[in-house]
């Protein structure tokens, strides 16, 4: 089974790349301002460049929907099972194997969170580095069965209007997401992406495995990233999850939410390039 994956190289240069993986409902611009903000902070710090990655999970960006010989058939309640994530976690490896490359700095956050891990899972070797921003190890449980109610809205209205709540805000949110710049530029993308392929990554989600146990297996430098006003991987699930890995370094980002490589680049992207240095060591 293999998936396809379209990727967007941000800079060419030496040594193992840093593979962005984006979150959902999104594609591989999240990481637009994270990424110029890290070229610019390697060349001020002196770090001889290194291949900067953002590739489109499959079904979204340029990324073409997958079919179920790609990725598996479909279970009866409309969920994929495990082998989806794994189709996915292993195209990821291929990408880079492909370009010649033994190993990367994987770099996920939310969604992509969950394929980061399932790499360190599947391909430990391939993992050099490793960062987790705003993301969680656990399965969804019972509760992943809104992800199918998702996909089957985003199929039967043919949009992306089931998830124009990530781009719409509280008085709990940060002050980023509350902006009309975030808002305005979130939509955008969401607006953009194809409802099949909004579909696919929640029905591909819903079937990952539990990965609670994969943590304490990461022996490549790691860190993990939180912004303290994410509803759904704040310091509470974070921090815990950054002392369960040896050597990990924890970065805590105040006034941030769920999308922090959008809403703090430049904070996150001195945390990745921490991390490279501790890689090249």
């Known amino acids: 089974m293999t998936v396809t994956i379209v990727n967007h190289v941000v800079r060419e240069g030496e040594g193992a790349p840093m593979v962005l993986v984006h ?9 637009d301002s994270c990424a110029k903000a890290l070229t610019d902070l390697s060349l001020i710090n002196d770090v001889p460049p290194f291949p900067i990655w953002a590739p489109d999970m499959p079904g979204a960006g340029e990324s073409p929907v997958p079919s179920e010989q790609d990725c598996g058939p479909r279970q ?27 190993q990367a700095i994987w770099v996920g956050l939310s969604m992509g969170g969950y394929v980061v891990l399932d790499i360190q899972r599947r391909n430990p070797e391939a993992v050099a580095g490793i960062a987790l921003c705003d993301t969680m190890a ?35 949110d940060s002050t980023v997401k509350r902006s009309a710049a975030f808002i ?23 079937g990952r495995p539990d990965l609670t ?25 974070m921090k815990p999850l950054a002392d369960r890995i040896p050597g990990a370094q924890y970065v805590q980002i105040p006034d941030c939410g769920h999308f922090s490589a959008v809403e703090h680049p430049e904070t996150v992207a001195r945390a990745l390039l921490a991390l490279v240095q501790r890689v090249n060591g």
């Open 213 to 237: 146990h994969v943590p304490e297996t990461i022996t490549a430098p790691c860190t993990v990233v939180s912004g303290e006003l994410d509803p759904s991987s704040n310091p509470s699930v």
């Open 76 to 102: 009866a309640n409309g969920g994929y099972g495990p082998q989806a994530v794994d189709a996915l976690a292993d195209a990821y490896v291929e990408l880079v194997r492909k370009a010649g490359y033994e």
């Open 23 to 31: 979150a959902y409902p999104v594609d591989h611009r999240m990481w």
């Open 138 to 172: 656990a399965s969804d449980g019972m509760g992943g069965e809104q992800r199918l109610k998702t996909a089957d809205a985003c199929e039967a209205t043919n949009s992306a209007e089931p998830v124009m709540h990530f781009a719409q805000a509280t008085d709990k």
């Open 184 to 206: 305005a530029t979130m939509t955008k993308w969401i607006e953009e992406q194809k409802p099949a392929g909004l579909a696919w990554r929640q029905r591909m989600t819903y």
